[in-house]
């Protein structure tokens, strides 16, 4: 059964306009779906941030309130007053008692969030100091009751003036250590404040622990976790190689909502990253440390399976309306089973099944089944008066082709002998005659060859272009032709090499054709013969025969120059210059003709160069 495809293809459309129709309803709708499980994931991370950084706030505030309010801590800053006021000795000279240890490192430890731990006396003078040095393994904690550093943080200023216990904290610091945020509480004894507790607290370990803090609750975990302070400064990166750097230099494509963080209490936003791909952001304050944080999903994932559902739903959409289309399609065809038949015969007949017969089985179409028969048969007749002719013309083109080959050897000879007389004493006109004696007798041989190998000769065939040099062949043939000139000035101008892709052999009829005709359009009186080669650019070369004969009439070069049988030469045949073209063009290419009457004619062939 023939298939119509312009048939199917209405079918087909009428079938899938709906389908993809529902399919595009359906992915938008699975986008904005997973857009909004993102927002709502999102918001679920944001406030359990929030919720976990509070709690760890509160924690780590009861720990200095605790601690400032211990008999060991009061003791030890009431026992380190002056020698003038107590009686005691310096400060620097005290050792910390192993109660006053166990408090301290009860807070200041690698399971808790505190960096140091400083106690202040009454003259607001540093007594001890407490510090985390994870590197240690052997003593993670150091205590220091002199020789403290200039950069040890100091207690609020306000907490000096505090009458009952309680706690003040600092802004957040960004220092060279990290984030920091101190804990300020009073130690108040007697009624009176006689020293203070300074806790440094790590923020960059909070932010750490609550990031890495699973969350199996979350559906889609947020592939970026950024905390700023109100300068613009990454306090925590989920790449921890940002952290401490400027948004605006680490995080450029950032810099939009970032700006945002701090003009409203919460928001989101959407931003293409370097790495190209698109992510969805929302963001909050966070009012007590005076931050912003803000969480990034890469949007491009979250929205993949709708994207594969999507790709799922439009190539089941194709396969079922081409289904339907080709079933609805087999299904017409069937009600015109006949006209298709008609149809097959002819299709059979044109393709050159002239015996083919037609097999119907309704009175309607035997008619034309009858006069396509018909025409069949003098279709056949036809043929077989076409197939003779073609048959003598295929002769008559061997014929002359032969004759113009042999045309060209005769030649060759002919001005071998003309000159003989006047130059045979000439022991270097012998040696170039007996060379073109040996080319002569090769090209007759060639032609003899052709005559015994008919199909391949009546087949035009040519061999594979090749890698080679052009100007071996050239000085060969000028030897053979131009050499033999008589009163002709010769002028050669050629490279050292010049490589071109190309047949040679043939290549080389080519120039022996376009001398011979140079030689015969300057005729009896004396001219000038100019063969030139060289590069072109594009790697393209070429090679050019000039004579200074008569020329030719732009008509005669445009209508009749390349066509077969067309010539200007009494005795030519008029296959020499069509062969050339022929030839050239199936080498990959093109010869060109420059012609003034009475100046003569140039001939330029270019070629494709091959590499070195």
């Known amino acids: 059964m023939l298939f119509r495809p312009k048939l199917f293809f209405k079918f087909l459309a009428v079938f899938i306009v709906p389908l993809l129709l529902l399919t595009a309803f359906n992915y938008w709708n699975d986008v904005r779906q997973a857009d909004g499980l993102l927002n709502r994931a999102q918001a679920t991370a944001l406030a359990d941030f929030k919720n976990s950084l509070a709690r760890n706030l509160s924690e780590d505030q009861e720990d200095i309130k605790r601690l400032s309010s211990c008999s060991p801590v009061s003791n030890f800053a009431t026992r380190a007053k002056p020698a003038s006021d107590s009686g005691q000795t310096s400060p620097g000279s005290l050792e910390v008692p192993r ?27 540093a007594i001890l100091l407490a510090s985390l040095r994870p590197e240690d393994r052997e003593a993670p904690l150091v205590f220091q009751t002199k020789d403290f550093p200039s950069a040890q943080p100091q207690p609020d200023h306000n907490v000096w003036a505090m009458q009952t216990p309680g706690l003040l904290m600092s802004p957040t610091s960004d220092t060279p250590s990290g984030t920091r945020v101190y804990l300020s509480g009073p130690v108040i004894t007697e009624g009176s404040v006689a020293g203070a507790v300074v806790g440094e607290l790590n923020l960059d370990r909070i932010f750490l622990r609550i990031a890495s803090t699973e969350r199996p609750n979350s559906s889609a975990p947020p592939a970026l976790l950024v905390v700023l302070d109100r300068k613009g400064q990454i ?8 952290n401490h750097q400027p ?30 791909n698109e992510y969805e952001t929302s963001f909050t304050r966070i009012d007590d440390l005076d931050l912003a944080v803000a969480v990034a999903s890469n949007r491009d994932l979250m929205i993949a399976d709708a994207r594969r559902t999507g790709i799922i739903s439009l190539i089941a959409a194709f396969v079922l309306a081409t289904v339907a289309a080709s079933l609805l399609t087999r299904s017409w065809q069937r009600r015109v089973r006949g006209i298709e038949r008609v149809t097959e015969g002819v299709g059979a007949i044109a393709q050159g099944e002239l015996d083919h017969s037609f097999e119907l089985s309704s009175d309607d179409l035997r008619p034309l089944a009858a006069n396509v028969g018909l025409v069949t048969q003098k279709l056949r007749e036809q043929i077989a008066r076409e197939a003779e002719s073609r048959q003598f013309d295929s002769f008559v083109r061997l014929s002359a082709s032969l004759t113009h080959d042999l045309k060209n050897a005769i030649e060759a000879l002919s001005l071998t002998v003309s000159n003989m007389e006047s130059h045979f004493e000439n022991a270097e006109f012998r040696a170039d005659a007996m060379q073109t004696l040996r080319g002569a007798t090769e090209n007759l041989r060639a032609i003899v060859t052709r005559l015994s190998q008919p199909i391949t000769t009546l087949s035009g065939e040519h061999k594979r272009p090749r890698a080679v040099d052009l100007v071996p ?32 052999d043939r290549m080389q009829k080519v120039v022996e054709n376009l001398i011979i005709n140079a030689l015969e359009a300057m005729g009896g009186r004396s001219g000038q013969l100019t063969i030139e080669a060289g590069a072109l650019k594009g790697s393209r070369v070429f090679f050019s025969v000039t004579d200074t004969g008569e020329g030719m009439t732009d008509s005669f070069v445009e209508e009749r120059l390349f066509h077969p049988f067309a010539t200007t030469k009494k005795r030519g045949v008029g296959l020499g210059l069509y062969t050339c073209r022929e030839v050239v063009r199936a080498n990959g290419g093109t010869i060109e003709v420059t012609s003034e009457q009475g100046a003569g004619t140039t001939f330029r062939v270019v070629l494709p160069s091959a590499p070195l």
Not at 235 to 242: D, E, I, K
Not at 264 to 273: C, H, Q, Y
């Open 247 to 276: 948004v605006k230099l680490s995080m450029p494509y950032f810099q939009t909502v970032a700006g945002r963080m701090f003009s409203s209490d919460s928001g989101n936003g959407r931003f293409t990253a370097n790495d190209g």
């Open 235 to 242: 306090l925590y990166h989920t790449n921890a190689a940002l």
């Open 473 to 504: 062949m050239l000085r060969r043939v000028i030897s053979m032709t131009a050499a033999q000139a008589g009163n002709h000035k010769t002028v050669v101008t050629l490279p050292e090499s010049l490589l071109a892709l190309v047949d040679i």
């Open 99 to 125: 109660d006053l240890e166990l408090r301290v490192a009860d807070v200041v430890n690698s399971d808790n969030n505190f960096a140091a731990v400083s106690l202040f006396g009454v003259g607001r003078k």
